[in-house]
């Protein structure tokens, strides 16, 4: 049997992370208020349900737009044999005026300079292809949206160079971090062709600030290299700061029309800001007009289909409706994420602070055993089995901090939230008590080896001098062996 | 291969996006250039150019159109939209179950129940363009070759090569034997293949075949899985036009063969179709992946996350396709009509003193005009193929544009278009073949 390519049988998918193998637990014990109340409650998957009544009422009001009609006279074989990848024109307008919208109409969109594909995930890999060569690379601030590893790098061969962002700065963006990236590119060989951002962020639930935009366009104007900026949350910022694109910095400094114009690139979808990942609506927006010419033909692995394309043209002219909606969705998420923070707070754990997103990005640094990924990976285990609450752990979105987890909260009722808050307090609580008789015990087998330790000395008191603990075990084999022993037992009681 | 270097930007994009192997400046999208500038319409505009260059299926849409006045309910989820928030949720690539069940049945319905398809081994597409692309990742490796009969589809030239690096090698036909597949021209492209230090991975064929517009035959069938299992490469079977055989029992499948062998080697064949042709739905972006390899199955699920199928469009289809009174009516009326719009057209040339290839399937049919050439050659028939598009004003794929060996081979379409319409078609070309038959009589 020949084999397979060696596509087909690395690991570059990245399916055998912690990120999707949190997925998959919860497969199989999801959590259901009726049905499986003690089931595993998926705070992993960064989706908006909290919104999907509001689409309802306008579907039934919009039956057209549904039964592929237009007046009232089926257009069912015009869109049946529409496969032109240039894109329904009345959709992309109408993208490009929602795209203008929830940027405060500072920055306004051409249509023509609009390539879809289906779903962000596609628009990702496709602007990779479109910009770099196998080999080649691109800076990504972490922590990063795990799904990258796999968008970015799978079939292109691109590879992925992280700009380290810690908790010292609230993990913004500094010149160091970006130029330390850069010099790691240069010497494992790598040829950089540009910069990759998520903005708002994914996993922090932040908009990233003017001066951080343009460290970032200083920084690709000087190496002359490209910028994207993936803008697929930018309608789920529910409270100030608002949300400043990259788009709109560039006109503020009157970069229009200069080169580094063309060599930014924005990606969004309306998967989170509309709730629609299943109808795999994606956009690449490009003031290079070569880059979008490539990137069309290029969509026709992944053209969005005719019939939501319609749907949502239908949808997205409704200016009326999508104000609304959007007023009403920034609401929900903002009471949502407030209600995570507060709860979470009570349990003594902090979240970085955040205006945006379908997520919290949660500090747990005090509950690890050790400053270390392998403990952070025991926190997360325990939280999944035993707390039965599937979370992101920093390490699977290449944090450089263990402790971090990203802990989604627009994909479930306020109900779930609160029966999932309840839970991580008990686990708090828990560990507290197990640490503090943990204290105890360990207290104990101070005195109790101490003792030990006392007589031991008293043996050796003419050869050596006494000392610690471990130095004194450590001569004295036998013993430390049978004191280990006693102490791996009264800690497993623990 | 590398473009004039106008713009700076263009030294900063990627190898693939400056390169020509999208194939759009071929013969084959040039014609469709002429058509979108000057379009025939029958009522507007007369004298326009007919696309003929176009393989779509416009013959059965009444039957579409009529199952969803119908049936409301499949696009709009329902009174009340019960359905619609899970369905605008659901983002699996494991695709929808009800839809790949749907699929298997349709497929099996095709084939007269002749092979089976369980709906586990189904990976949904954005497309039969997707499907290809994907397989090809999966199977082989930058600078690998893949197997080709030609004539081929020109659109392979891009999805087999273009972001993928994989090259294709020309599996030869000619007209002495209809165009058919030979164990000798499978071992010369091997051969062939080797010569140039490439690596084969497979070989894709197209059945029923575009651009020929016929079934391959079940000796060929078994010659070319016999090849593949003694080259220890994979197999596969591109049936996007297997719903639109004039005559279900005239299209084997490779899965039928499969079947007959107890599925012994079956782990190197993989399927590849598509709703585009069969249903005339090319807009709706529906293809698929059928496997009997579990890791290509696993691993082009993973990969189908870049090509999803609208879940909106899986509900609407997953209850179409499950309406078994409505598929077996449409597969028996399809098919009739198609059959109908071929003899009429074959019948049309004929008049006109042209030949066309024996064909039984697809939505075109494969014309010579070889006789007609200046000379035999590329140029002879791109002089050809130009005094078509511009004086006779039809756009048909020039054999050339297929990567045909033997000049004068051209791909006509006539499920694109009104009966009307092929009618005024058939009539310019008789008016061309009298004037040059006048012109050659005076010479």
């Not at chain 1, 560990?431 to 003792?451: C, F, G, P, T, V």
């Not at chain 2, 400046?25 to 505009?45: L, M, Q, R, T, V």
């Not at chain 2, 009529?66 to 939209?81: F, I, P």
Request: glycine fraction near 6%; charged fraction near 20%; charge should be neutral.
């Amino acid at each position: 049997m020949g084999l397979l390519s060696r596509k087909a049988t690395c690991n570059t998918h990245g399916q055998d992370s912690s990120y999707f193998l949190g997925w998959q637990e919860y497969k199989k014990n999801p959590y259901n208020e009726v049905n499986n109340p003690n089931g595993i409650i998926q705070m992993g998957l960064a989706e908006n349900q909290l919104c999907l009544d509001l689409l309802e009422p306008w579907l039934m009001k919009n039956p057209d737009a549904l039964g592929l009609k237009r007046d009232g006279i089926s257009i069912f074989k015009e869109l049946a044999l529409f496969q032109d990848y240039n894109g329904f024109p009345a959709f992309k307008r109408a993208l490009v005026d929602f795209m203008g919208e929830i940027r405060g109409n500072k920055v306004s969109f051409d249509p023509n300079h609009v390539v879809l594909t289906a779903g962000a995930t596609s628009a990702n890999e496709t602007l990779m292809f479109c910009l770099a060569d196998q080999g080649d690379a691109f800076l990504l601030p972490t922590p990063y949206y795990p799904g990258f590893d796999r968008d970015l790098r799978w079939r292109t061969g691109v590879e992925i160079v992280p700009i380290h962002c810690t908790s010292s700065n609230g993990f913004k963006v500094t010149l160091p971090a970006i130029e330390q990236a850069h010099r790691q590119a240069q010497k494992r060989k790598l040829r950089v062709k540009g910069v990759l951002i998520t903005n708002p962020s994914n996993p922090l639930g932040t908009t990233m600030a003017r001066d951080e935009l343009d460290l970032l366009i200083n920084f690709i104007e000087d190496k002359q290299i490209h910028l994207i900026s993936d803008e697929i949350y930018a309608g789920t910022v529910f409270t100030s700061p608002s949300f400043v694109s990259v788009m709109e910095v560039l006109k503020d400094r009157n970069l229009d029309q200069t080169q580094v114009w063309e060599r930014v690139h924005i990606v969004y979808s309306l998967s989170k800001d509309l709730g629609l990942p299943g109808f795999r609506v994606g956009a690449i927006y490009s003031n290079d007009p070569v880059v979008v010419s490539a990137a069309i033909k290029m969509s026709s692995f992944g053209l969005v289909s005719s019939q939501t394309q319609y749907l949502l043209s239908a949808m997205l002219f409704d200016k009326k409706f999508t104000k609304e909606y959007m007023s009403e969705n920034h609401k929900r998420l903002q009471k949502q994420q407030k209600d995570l923070v507060s709860g979470l707070e009570k349990a003594g754990i902090r979240c970085l602070d955040s205006n945006a997103g379908l997520f919290c990005w949660v500090d747990m640094r005090h509950l690890l055993k050790s400053n270390t990924f392998e403990a952070e990976m025991e926190l997360w285990q325990k939280i999944v089995y035993h707390v039965k609450i599937n979370i992101s752990p920093g390490s699977s979105c290449h944090c450089i901090e263990p402790g971090w987890f990203r802990v989604c909260f627009a994909n479930m009722l306020e109900s779930t939230l609160k029966l999932a808050i309840q839970r991580l307090k008990s686990f708090v609580s828990s560990i507290a008590m197990k640490s503090q008789s943990h204290q105890e015990l360990k207290s104990l087998r101070r005195k109790a080896r101490n003792n030990w330790v006392s007589r031991l000395s008293l043996q050796s008191f003419y050869d050596r001098e006494q000392d610690t603990t471990t130095e004194v075990s450590f001569s004295y084999r036998p013993h430390f062996m049978s004191l280990s022993n006693i102490a791996a037992t009264l800690d497993a009681a623990a | 291969m590398a473009i004039e270097i106008e713009k700076p930007s263009s030294v900063r994009l990627s190898k693939v996006a400056i390169s020509k192997t999208h194939g759009e400046d071929s013969p084959y999208f040039a014609g469709w250039k002429a058509y979108d500038e000057n379009p025939y319409d029958e009522i507007h505009n007369q004298s326009g150019v007919i696309q003929m260059g176009l393989a779509e299926n416009q013959v059965s849409f009444d039957l579409l159109e009529k199952y969803l006045e119908e049936h409301h309910e499949v696009s709009s989820w329902g009174k009340g939209a019960p359905g619609f928030r899970e369905n605008a949720l659901f983002q699996d690539y494991h695709g929808l179950k009800s839809f790949r069940q749907a699929m298997a049945n349709f497929m099996e319905q095709i084939r007269g129940g002749k092979a089976k398809f369980d709906p586990d081994r189904i990976v949904l597409t954005a497309g039969a363009t997707a499907a290809n692309e994907l397989l090809t990742f999966i199977l082989a490796d930058p600078g690998d070759a893949l197997l080709v009969p030609t004539p081929y589809y020109p659109g392979f030239d891009r999805d087999l090569r273009w972001r993928t690096g994989v090259k294709i090698v020309p599996i030869h036909c000619n007209s002495s034997n209809n165009f058919q597949i030979t164990p000798e021209a499978l071992e010369a492209a091997y051969q062939s293949a080797e010569s140039m230090d490439l690596k084969v991975r497979g070989v894709l064929i197209t059945n029923p075949s575009n651009p020929l517009g016929s079934t391959i035959q079940s000796s060929v069938l078994n010659d070319i899985l016999d090849f593949a299992v003694h080259k220890n490469i994979h197999l596969v079977s591109d049936e996007i036009y297997s719903g639109s055989t004039f005559s279900p029992s005239e299209f084997v499948s490779i899965a039928e063969i499969l079947r007959n062998r107890n599925y012994k080697d079956a782990e190197r064949v993989h399927i590849v179709y598509s709703l585009s042709k069969d249903l005339g739905l090319p807009g709706f972006r529906v293809g698929t992946i059928y496997s009997y390899n579990d890791d290509v199955v696993t691993t082009a699920r993973r990969m189908s996350s870049f090509t999803l199928i609208s879940s909106q469009t899986q509900h609407l289809l997953a209850c179409m396709l499950s309406n078994h009174e409505f598929t077996q009516n449409y597969i028996k009326t399809n098919r009739e009509r198609l059959n109908k719009r071929y003899d009429m057209i074959i019948q049309g040339l004929k008049k006109a003193g042209i030949e066309c290839l024996k064909g039984n399937a697809g939505l075109f049919c494969w014309m010579n005009l070889s006789p007609l050439l200046n000379e035999p050659t590329r140029q002879g028939e791109l002089e050809l193929w130009n005094i078509i598009l511009n004086q006779v004003k039809l756009n048909i794929s020039p054999g050339s544009s297929c990567h045909c060996s033997e000049p004068g081979w051209f791909r006509v379409c006539f499920a694109n278009m009104s009966e009307q319409t092929l009618r005024v078609a058939l009539q310019r070309i008789h008016k061309f073949m009298e004037q040059r038959k006048v012109c050659s009589v005076n010479q």
